[in-house]
């Protein structure tokens, strides 16, 4: 991965847009886990975005039970590169401005997720009707598989997490 990476340089902005560690995975056992301890796996997601190396580190907040319920773990990240972790932002980088937030409802039943994108799509459009920026592109990640939707204002898209 960081001969991708090296490839890629040189980054201005890296998004992270949420579950930055997978969690002690209580739920399995933690037998789908090569490392449980969430501190460690916080050292491993830092290393991560030390890698990438980006002038700016943009962090969303994840999932509790991924993250952290009662603390979060996520922030150990956070205050290494100095980022302010918030569950929602909207950022412009460029021309683009980014709508982030790392959750999206919808469920898993077959297409709830890309219709709960698209209903995110309307409800930032209804919101511009009120004064509201509108963003150009809608990043969410809680669902663990990618989808994409677009219209003639805006895209909107899932990105994986990365545990």
């Known amino acids: ?9 040189p980054f201005d ?5 949420g579950d930055l560690i997978d ?9 789908e886990q090569l490392i ?13 975005i030390d890698l990438v190396g980006a ?8 999932t509790g039970y991924h993250t952290g319920e009662a603390e979060q773990f996520e922030s150990v990240a956070a205050d290494r590169f100095g980022a302010e972790l918030r569950t929602r932002r909207l950022v412009e980088i460029g021309p683009l401005r980014i709508a982030l937030r790392h959750h999206l409802s919808g469920g898993n039943a077959p297409g709830g997720s890309f219709i709960a994108l698209q209903k995110q799509m309307a ?11 509108r963003p150009n592109l ?8 990618y989808l994409f939707c677009e219209n003639s204002l805006m895209a909107a898209l899932v990105t994986p997490a990365l545990q």
């Open 138 to 145: 809608l990043i969410h990640s809680h669902r663990h598989r």
């Open 55 to 62: 002038d700016r580190n943009i962090l969303i907040a994840g």
């Open 13 to 17: 902005v890296a998004i992270f847009n």
């Open 36 to 48: 449980s301890d969430r501190l460690e796996q916080s050292k491993i997601a830092t290393n991560f």
């Open 1 to 9: 991965m960081a001969s991708r990476i090296d490839a890629l340089r």
């Open 23 to 31: 969690g002690d995975g209580r739920r399995s056992g933690a037998t």
């Open 123 to 133: 409800l930032w459009m209804e919101r511009t009707a009120y004064g509201d920026v």
